[in-house]
């Protein structure tokens, strides 16, 4: 049990510092990450939140997992609703800074890009699933020859394209982060000593076994055989 609640705390402690990362770099205001420029072209289009975008997103997504034969964990759905939830809950209420100067704003979008690399360690090495866009990524590197960079690439810069035609914010902030991201996350992982090779997933369809084997096999193979 306390593994279990161990494994939860990190999870959502994650998701939540992945949210407040990226608000860091939207208040900075110097472009945003292109899945933030594609949600927030269609935040303004459609008429949401910035974290309903991503909500929305992240179904598709899911769903994409699903039909590609992707395993989901708790925390793929998790990541799917509360990244998003905690979004809103921090733009609205307006609970992170913005800066009018060019080096606080800089440096701002820096400390959420390490924000986002810490939160990157606490969602990954909790073991209950990746992200649905993640998913989606391995799915397509296991059904082609490309590399998983090229399609996180190819990836990236569709939603990037998007997100700018339907009015996302792109700037240099967005180059640099689209450069420097893996970066980040990688630094975050060495200050842990986290390999990620050796996380273990727990995955829905496991839970679902587990507890029909509990509860429903045993109570099988006790009820008395009809002669």
Request: proline share 2%; charged share 20%.
């Amino acid at each position: 049990m306390k593994k279990i609640i161990k494994r939860i705390a990190k999870l959502y402690l994650g998701l939540f510092l992945y949210a407040l990362g990226i608000v860091m770099t939207i208040n900075a205001n110097l472009g945003l990450a292109p899945w933030e420029v594609f949600h927030q072209g269609l935040s303004k289009n459609i008429g949401i939140t910035m974290g309903q975008a991503s909500i929305y997103v992240g179904i598709v997504f899911v769903i994409l997992d699903s039909l590609f034969g992707e395993r989901l964990g708790w925390g793929t759905l998790s990541n799917m609703i509360f990244i998003g939830v905690f979004l809103d809950i921090l733009m609205l209420n307006h609970l992170v800074p913005v800066f009018q100067s060019l080096a606080p704003r800089f440096i701002e979008m820096l400390l959420g890009m390490f924000t986002i690399g810490m939160a990157s360690y606490f969602y990954i090495s909790a073991g209950l699933g990746s992200g649905p866009r993640d998913g989606l990524m391995v799915a397509l590197t296991k059904r082609t020859t490309k590399s998983v960079r090229f399609l996180r690439n190819c990836i990236e810069f569709s939603v990037l394209t998007m997100g700018y035609v339907l009015g996302g914010s792109v700037g240099i902030g967005t180059v640099v982060m689209a450069l420097s991201a893996g970066y980040f996350v990688q630094f975050a992982f060495k200050i842990f000593k986290f390999n990620i090779k050796e996380t273990k997933h727990r995955f829905i369809d496991e839970d679902i076994k587990y507890l029909y084997d509990r509860f429903f096999s045993d109570k099988k193979s006790k009820e008395p055989e009809k002669q």
